[in-house]
Every structure is written in C-alpha cells, then in structure tokens.
C-alpha cells in the first residue's frame, strides 16, 4: 500500500506557511514540484511551447523544480530530454523562466548527466561513460534497447565532465533560473561514483569515500563558484533504489558527503526515492531520516506524500519542506486543492502522455 493511501486527514495549514529558503528567496509555500522527465523536448533538445506553460501553470508551488535537464550531449539517456549546453536551448530556457516569474513564481534548474543509465543511440554510437566499466541490467524504459557495459572515464576526462557541469551553470543563469539543484540520485553520474557497485576505480576519485565523495564535491563546489552556495541544490539517492545496486559500506560514502554538503550551506538538500516509506538496512531505517541525521541543513523530502502525510511528516520536523511529483501532474492547481481541502485528481501514467494539462 502507497502511504498516500493509509494517510491519516489532518489539516495541512503548515505546508501553506511561507519559508525562507535563503535571504534572498522566501517560497509563499512549503511545496515543491519536484523534477520529472517528460521527454517532450525539440529535436534540438530545447523546451518547447506547450513546457512553457507546462511550467507557467504551475507557478504557485513553493519552488518548481524542472525536468531533469542534460550538461552535455554525452549526458543523455532517454529521448528528448532537454539540455542546457546551447545557445538554443539557453533560449528555450529563458522563454520558460520569463513566464514562470511573470506568473509569480520561482524556478530551479535540475542539472543531470546519466553516465552509464544510456545507450549508443542516444551518443551518436558511442558507449556511455561511467567512474567504472559496470554493466547496467534492463532497457531503456519505453524501447527496445538494452544498457550495456559503459567505458570508464580517463581522469582527463573526468575534468572535462566537470567542466560541462560548471559550463551548464553559467548556462542556467543565463537563461534566468533561480537556482541549480544537480541531480545526484537515482543511479545517474554523480550517484555512480557514490555507490561501491558502480565506482571500483582505485585512482583519486575512487576506493574509499574520501575518494568516492570527491567527483560530487568537484561538481558542487565549481558550479558554486558560478552561482554562489545560496543557489545550488543537490539530489540524493543513499538507498540505491533505482538503477544502482546497494552495498553495507554506501552509508559512509553519504556521512562523509552530507558533512561536505553541510559545510557549504547549500540552498536544500533532496531526498531522492519514489516511496519514503522504504526502509534500508543500510541506512538504519529510510532514506530521508538518514539524510535528517547526518545534515543540519534544509531538507526537502519526497516519495509518495499525500499533503496531509507531509504535513505530519514537517510538523514532526522529519523534513523542512515536501516535493510532490506525480499528483503535480495529475493536478495542476494542487496548490489550490490544498488551500480550500478539494480532493486530488489520482495520477494514472497515460497522464505522460501530453504536456498541455
Ligand atoms: C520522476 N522522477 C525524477 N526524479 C528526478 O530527480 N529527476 C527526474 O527527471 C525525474 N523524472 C521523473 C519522471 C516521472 C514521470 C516520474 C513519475 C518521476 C522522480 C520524482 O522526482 C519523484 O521522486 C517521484 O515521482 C516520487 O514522488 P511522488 O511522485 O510520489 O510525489
């Protein structure tokens, strides 16, 4: 059973409270949208219209979160996904962040590199990079094509994949974002060099966690150096629930890199998981109370809140702030629903089928 089903009603008053997130950005509310694929970018990988008000419509969430959003052409691991590389897709951006702010709202960029979770066809025939040579089992979701063994990155080019993220961020401040949360969950680049099973390097970025932690520490600190601590935000996945495979000494990866994390005063930390109820041996219990014990820092939880279960979940000082995905979809106007009480619209994956509701 989802939590949102066996969730008990309580008023969710706390979660339309203002939040200051930093000193220069205050959220009307304590819900997120959180980022979701929707695979409906241009040819170019640009935002298309039907993004832009995809996103406008959605402007009285706390903070929007975008779609994961490619560094790099080698970045990518599923159709039409957009980037942030171009001049173009700068552009495309822009149109995007211009209506979001005009309607009142504020919005962060989520910055992603896939590594491993991708196929030669998506690579103009080359074969995904990744910290390590470790094959990904399954397809990629919705064709035919199977993952296989990544190539592993030289240490020359890891340089040069930082480089595309900290590139990205001037990117994104260009085309007008609030913020920058990069994506280091659900088994994509940053997560495998995070994880034991897909980071085996034995060089400097790689075989015990000072090592492991430095390739995601590299990346945050460069693309602060651009924007400033105040804007960037990261994603997590500590409980290895997708696309990754857990191993009992990941904890210490994550301790050693939430105090990094914690140190630089970062906007929010992301709880990356589909369902929080999820508990991991690993981790001593679920993945957002990990997080809450090993930083002090805001964090935002997420998987599978109803409004009424992240109330509770705040007002028990498990999480600071919530990020709703799939009802997002499913509701538009959920922030409305919650402020008169209105039942939500129940999300059904046909929904992905279109941008314009
Ligand atoms: C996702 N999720 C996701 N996560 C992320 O960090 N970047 C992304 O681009 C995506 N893309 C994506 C697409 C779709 C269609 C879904 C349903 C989910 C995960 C998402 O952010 C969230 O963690 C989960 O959906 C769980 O939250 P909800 O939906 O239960 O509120």
């Not at 590199?113 to 990079?129: C, D, I, K, M």
């Not at 910290?131 to 990629?140: F, I, M, Q, T």
Request: aromatic share 8%; with cysteine.
């Amino acid at each position: 059973m989802s939590q949102s089903e066996s969730a008990e009603p309580t008023a969710p008053h706390l979660l339309l409270e203002p939040f200051r997130l930093t000193p220069q950005l205050t959220l009307p509310n304590r819900i997120l949208m959180a980022p979701m694929t929707r695979c409906m970018a241009s040819d170019d990988l640009v935002p298309v219209d039907a993004s832009v008000d995809y996103y406008a419509r959605r402007a009285d969430a706390g903070l929007l979160i975008t779609e994961a959003t490619i560094i790099s052409p080698m970045g990518q691991g599923y159709p039409l996904t957009p980037g942030l590389y171009s001049d173009a897709q700068v552009e495309g951006w822009r149109a995007v962040t211009d209506k979001v702010h005009a309607a009142g709202g504020r919005i962060f960029v989520q910055l992603w590199h896939v590594g491993r979770v991708s196929h030669p066809t998506f690579l103009n025939g080359e074969l995904p990079l990744a910290p390590s040579a470790v094959k990904l089992d399954g397809r990629v979701p919705r064709t035919d094509f199977e993952y296989g063994t990544p190539r592993a990155l030289n240490p020359d080019e890891i340089s040069g994949v930082i480089d595309e993220w900290e590139h990205a961020a001037h990117c994104a401040l260009a085309a007008g974002f609030d913020g920058i949360e990069l994506h280091g969950a659900n088994g994509y680049l940053i997560d495998q060099f995070l994880h034991w099973h897909t980071n085996r390097r034995t060089d400097l970025w790689g075989g015990d966690p000072e090592r492991m932690i430095r390739f995601a520490i590299e990346v945050v600190d460069r693309v602060i150096g651009v924007v400033g601590n105040q804007k960037v935000a990261i994603r997590l996945s500590p409980g290895a629930h997708y696309n990754q495979t857990a191993d009992p000494r990941d904890a210490d990866v994550y301790r050693l890199l939430l105090s990094e994390l914690e140190a630089r005063k970062l906007a929010y930390a992301h709880v990356g998981i589909f369902d929080d109820s999820m508990e991991f041996d690993v981790l001593g219990g679920r993945v957002s109370d990990f997080m809450r014990r090993h930083y002090s820092g805001i964090l935002v939880g997420n998987g599978s809140y109803s409004p009424e279960l992240a109330a509770v979940a705040i007002a028990d000082n498990r999480f600071d702030l919530v990020s709703v995905g799939r009802p997002f979809i499913a509701n538009p106007d959920l922030i409305a629903r919650v402020r008169t009480g209105s039942q939500l619209e129940i999300y059904d994956e046909a929904m992905l089928a279109k941008l314009d509701e």
